[in-house]
């Protein structure tokens, strides 16, 4: 089990007091997260984040975005690592131990140019921690792909991969974020890691079909089947992200009365029914002679 330090000052900061609570609760998720280390430097996932936080792809990504122009993290979009800018202050490494940890960290890291923004701004909190690492450290680090403000052009073997692995990484979150509306619409507990829902998903993203024609989709059948004992059954992603897909995006609903509406029609009628009742009426007609 890892610990690391709050400081309880931290709700007079002003950095993090101007964050919003959402901003706040992804902020202390980075802090205590399961894919965290003991120098703050680490590689965070957006799909597994979504889901550890029951969270939407693009409101984690804004979130995320506005931490990093409050200078609180860093975060490298193309190796998927975040660096808690603060961190080492105040969860120092206080014995050898820790230090050869902190090192193996940093060595298992993909080569991400926030490595080399972690080692400047950290330089008097590790003291003896860089002459530690192998001498091709920084070397690597500064290949003809990477420079001092992130990764460089590339166009080999390596890049591809790369773009092949951040494709998938982008479907894994997509599939999440379609998933966690499912379950926040219907109800229900689907996983966003299940083999055949995940197939479906990304063969209707291929087709060109966004996140918000999926949510539309749910949308529409939860509001039409929901309170159908036997068709609510089929709120699931086997049936909703199938074949029919499509014509389900494209159904036309009918506009769902309101009590006051129904009462209105009512009124309506039975107003409409006394003004008939009335016309139907025959009032006999008198007419008076001269002579009386």
């Known amino acids: 089990m890892r610990y690391q330090q709050i400081q309880s000052r931290i709700w007079h900061d002003d950095k993090f007091i101007s964050l919003t609570p959402l901003q706040q609760r992804l902020f202390f998720y980075i802090l205590t997260c399961p894919h965290g280390n003991l120098i703050g430097l680490f590689v965070l996932k957006t799909g597994y984040a979504c889901e550890d936080l029951k969270s939407f792809g693009k409101d984690f990504a804004k979130d995320l975005r506005s931490l990093c122009e409050k200078g609180l993290i860093s975060y490298d979009n193309q190796f998927h690592v975040v660096w808690i800018k603060n961190f080492l202050k105040y969860n120092p490494l206080t014995n050898p131990n820790q230090k050869k940890a902190a090192i193996r960290h940093l060595l298992d890291l993909p080569k991400s140019y926030l490595i080399q923004e972690f080692m400047k701004y950290t330089e008097g909190l590790t003291e003896g921690l860089t002459k530690d690492l192998p001498k091709d450290f920084a070397k690597d680090l500064r290949s003809p792909f990477y420079t001092d403000t992130g990764p460089g052009p590339d166009t080999g073997p390596e890049k591809e991969k790369e773009e092949k692995e951040e494709k998938e990484e982008k479907g894994v979150s997509l599939v999440s974020e379609i998933i966690s509306i499912l379950n926040s619409v219907c109800k229900t507990h689907y996983k ?3 083999k055949k829902s995940t197939e479906l998903i990304k063969a209707r993203i291929k087709e060109g079909f966004t996140v918000e024609d999926f949510r539309t989709v749910i949308e529409k059948k939860h509001a039409e089947w929901s309170q159908d004992e036997k068709m609510s059954a089929f709120l699931r992603p086997e049936t909703l992200f199938g074949n ?15 009590i006051t509406d129904i009462f209105r029609e009512i009124d309506k009628e039975e107003r409409d029914d006394e003004a008939r009742d009335t016309k139907d009426i025959i009032i006999p007609t008198y007419s008076i002679s001269p002579d009386g």
């Open 244 to 258: 029919k897909f499509e014509g389900y995006l494209n159904q036309i609903t009918a506009k769902k009365k309101s």
């Open 192 to 194: 966003p890691d299940s």
